[in-house]
């Protein structure tokens, strides 16, 4: 999508080593997410961040960590202790959305993803 | 949370035939979302539904959300091959501003 963008678009990472995925966006969206995708599989959220200096644990974020320093920027990097680390990792963003007085539900937008593969 | 399960798992058609899947739930979802992903690409939202009952429609896709808003479905009529891709339910977790990805539904249309 216009507006999110995932670098670099294929990683190689060697034994021990911790790398770092990058996400920017511009839509000036509160929200940013990181997913996993393994092939053939569906969408697991690794964190997720509602607001600048903040990010939640998702499903699956041991041997993960992120920061939110900036609200443009919320990069994720895989560290050595994530011994399965090959996958497709995909950013999305949006607004926030409310329950109350009146539920509003945001659609999210991703960015075109980074694979990410062991040398 | 919320979570969906999503089927069939993997879909082939003709093309010009029908195809539909299938989102559900055992409690009530706030809102259903849909998206496709077409093979080395990212999601792209399509839709949501957010009321008991509604129904959508986009050209040759028809979505619907059940009355009690415990499933929902997608139906492509005709299929072309520009349909070809994997298509994803997801909802909302209640107190929490994320997305449940259900597992998606691979459709390939033969020529």
């Known amino acids: 999508d216009g507006g999110i963008t995932q670098s670099p678009k294929y990683l190689f990472r060697k034994e021990g080593q911790n790398v770092t995925l990058s996400c920017e966006q511009n839509l000036n969206h509160d929200a940013m997410y990181w997913y996993r995708q393994d092939p053939g599989q569906g969408l697991r959220l690794i964190y997720y961040s509602q607001i600048v200096n903040d990010f939640q644990k998702g499903d699956i974020a041991e041997g993960y960590s992120v920061s939110r320093e900036k609200k443009e920027s919320f990069p994720l990097t895989v560290t050595s202790a994530q011994k399965n680390p090959t996958a497709f990792y995909l950013c999305?963003?949006?607004?926030?959305?409310?329950?109350?007085?009146?539920?509003?539900?945001?659609?999210?937008?991703f960015g075109d993803g980074t694979r990410l593969s062991i040398l | 949370g919320q979570q969906v399960m999503q089927i069939p798992q993997y879909q082939h058609v003709q093309e010009g035939e029908d195809f539909t899947t299938y989102c559900n739930s055992s409690t009530t979802l706030s809102n259903i979302q849909w998206y496709k992903q077409r093979p080395g690409g990212h999601p792209v939202f399509l839709i949501q539904?957010?009321?008991?009952?509604e129904v959508k429609k986009q050209k040759r896709l028809t979505f619907q959300f059940g009355e009690a808003k415990k499933n929902s479905s997608l139906h492509i009529t005709a299929t072309q091959t520009t349909d070809v891709g994997t298509y994803f339910c997801a909802v909302d977790q209640t107190g929490a501003n994320n997305l449940f990805f259900g597992t998606g539904t691979r459709l390939t249309v033969i020529p």
């Open positions: 999305a963003s949006r607004t926030l959305g409310r329950e109350y007085p009146s539920p509003i539900y945001q659609p999210q937008h």
């Open positions: 539904l957010v009321k008991s009952g």
